[in-house]
């Protein structure tokens, strides 16, 4: 099978985090061959550090990675791929989608949708819409947490890699001495914090310092980042010790390197579409942050996953959740709502690892994704 897959990266790296992922499963997990498209190779560099930016076309990792310009090459009947992805809102150019509606045989043509838990997914999920003017039908492919949705994306062997990483020191000292942090197992709790801007942040890391635990908070570099750095200006080298906290600001790694990083920390802040899911299969307690949307939608957003993946958590965990869920959405002090959070790890580890459960009984994304399209493949082919 041939897959074209189209990225535009809006803003961050969700959008390239999330297609990076599936071009690579596509090929190694189901052996597709697989071309993705990306807008911006500089963003695709940092998650991936073999990248060239300056080159049109590239290998890595078995994918084709082609650079997508306004203008795009000139297509052969030889390029002609079996499925064309268009992820995450991205626009397919209408001289392409003129091409496609050119041959017998057209191609399968699915729409990559945003993550969702909110209920109307199950009933959009896997939906046709015929092109306005075109021959042509694009089907709604969504993520989602339940088995009438696309599923997420679950790299196989993940878990199991995970748990060991979690389960033995000696893997994680190793790991800590690839980041160049070889003091990391002294801190007595080691926090990750990928999060968007917020506004009152210096309360609850005054809370860290002051704590009687020690707390190695590890923040990607980005927004959050330069806002710490403005706050405290000794962190301009990259760390900063205050009592009993050490903040040390992190490069970007590759995708595989962050698994392992959510896998050997305690507590994981993620954010947008695709840490939040890696936080899942790390099975800590973490705490999301969920991309901003107009009008506070992505609030709606946020309740419908809380609602779904706290259906089973104790009254405690579901208050405690919600309200540390929502005091970090909202860019509040959160040193109340962590502080209660902290007692109750233990239980909210077990919950999520339950959570984890029933979600790995569900068939990966990148699965579901070859099912459907090779069956309706086979069934258009049959038409015809
Ligand atoms: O970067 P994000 O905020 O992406 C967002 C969301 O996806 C949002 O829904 C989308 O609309 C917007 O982008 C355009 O957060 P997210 O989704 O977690 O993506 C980050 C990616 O970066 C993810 O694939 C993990 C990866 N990553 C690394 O590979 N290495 C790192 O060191 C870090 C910090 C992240």
């Given at each position: 099978m041939r897959c074209d897959l189209f990225c535009s990266v809006v803003d961050n790296f969700g959008d390239i985090g999330i297609c990076w992922r599936l071009a690579r499963q596509l090929q190694h997990e189901h052996q597709w061959q697989v071309t993705l498209w990306v807008d911006d190779l500089v963003s695709f560099q940092k998650i991936c550090h073999g990248i060239n930016p300056d080159f049109a076309t590239q290998q890595q990792q078995q994918v084709l990675i082609r650079h997508w310009t306004a203008v795009l090459p000139e297509l052969s009947q030889a390029d002609k791929p079996d499925l064309v992805i268009e992820a995450l809102a991205c626009t397919i150019p209408s001289c392409y989608l003129h091409w496609m509606a050119s041959f017998t045989e057209k191609p399968l043509w699915l729409n990559l949708e945003y993550l969702s838990a909110e209920d109307w997914v199950h009933g959009c999920h896997a939906l046709p819409s015929p092109h306005p003017q075109l021959p042509l039908q694009k089907y709604f492919f969504f993520p989602g947490f339940t088995p009438q949705t696309g599923g997420l994306l679950r790299e196989q062997g993940l878990i199991e890699s995970l748990t060991k990483t979690?389960?033995?020191?000696?893997?994680?000292?190793?790991?800590?001495?690839?980041?160049?942090?070889?003091?990391?197992?002294?801190?007595?709790?080691?926090?990750?914090?990928?999060?968007?801007?917020?506004?009152?942040?210096?309360?609850?890391?005054?809370?860290?310092?002051?704590?009687?635990?020690?707390?190695?908070?590890?923040?990607?570099?980005?927004?959050?980042?330069?806002?710490?750095?403005?706050?405290?200006?000794?962190?301009?080298?990259?760390?900063?010790?205050?009592?009993?906290?050490?903040?040390?600001?992190?490069?970007?790694?590759?995708?595989?390197?962050?698994?392992?990083?959510?896998?050997?920390?305690?507590?994981?802040?993620?954010?947008?579409?695709?840490?939040?899911?890696?936080?899942?299969?790390?099975?800590?307690?973490?705490?999301?942050?969920?991309?901003?949307?107009?009008?506070?939608?992505?609030?709606?957003?946020?309740?419908?996953?809380?609602?779904?993946?706290?259906?089973?958590?104790?009254?405690?965990?579901?208050?405690?959740?919600?309200?540390?869920?929502?005091?970090?959405?909202?860019?509040?002090?959160?040193?109340?709502?962590?502080?209660?959070?902290?007692?109750?790890?233990?239980?909210?580890?077990?919950?999520?690892?339950?959570?984890?459960?029933?979600?790995?009984?569900?068939?990966?994304?990148?699965s579901n994704l070859v099912r459907f399209s090779e069956n309706k493949l086979i069934m258009s082919r049959n038409f015809s």
């Open positions: 979690s389960a033995t020191a000696e893997l994680q000292q190793q790991f800590w001495c690839s980041l160049g942090l070889a003091d990391a197992m002294d801190y007595q709790q080691k926090i990750s914090l990928f999060a968007y801007s917020q506004a009152a942040i210096e309360p609850w890391l005054n809370q860290l310092a002051a704590a009687e635990q020690t707390t190695l908070l590890l923040v990607p570099q980005g927004q959050l980042a330069t806002d710490l750095t403005q706050l405290f200006s000794e962190l301009k080298t990259g760390r900063l010790d205050i009592k009993s906290l050490s903040i040390r600001i992190l490069d970007f790694v590759p995708q595989p390197e962050y698994d392992k990083l959510l896998a050997c920390c305690d507590i994981n802040f993620v954010r947008g579409e695709d840490s939040v899911i890696r936080a899942h299969w790390a099975a800590k307690p973490f705490v999301w942050q969920i991309y901003r949307q107009d009008e506070q939608a992505h609030l709606i957003k946020l309740q419908a996953f809380l609602d779904r993946y706290l259906q089973q958590a104790s009254e405690q965990q579901k208050d405690c959740l919600q309200k540390l869920h929502m005091a970090w959405n909202l860019e509040q002090d959160i040193s109340e709502e962590f502080a209660l959070f902290s007692n109750l790890t233990e239980q909210i580890q077990k919950h999520n690892k339950k959570w984890q459960e029933y979600l790995i009984q569900q068939q990966d994304l990148a």
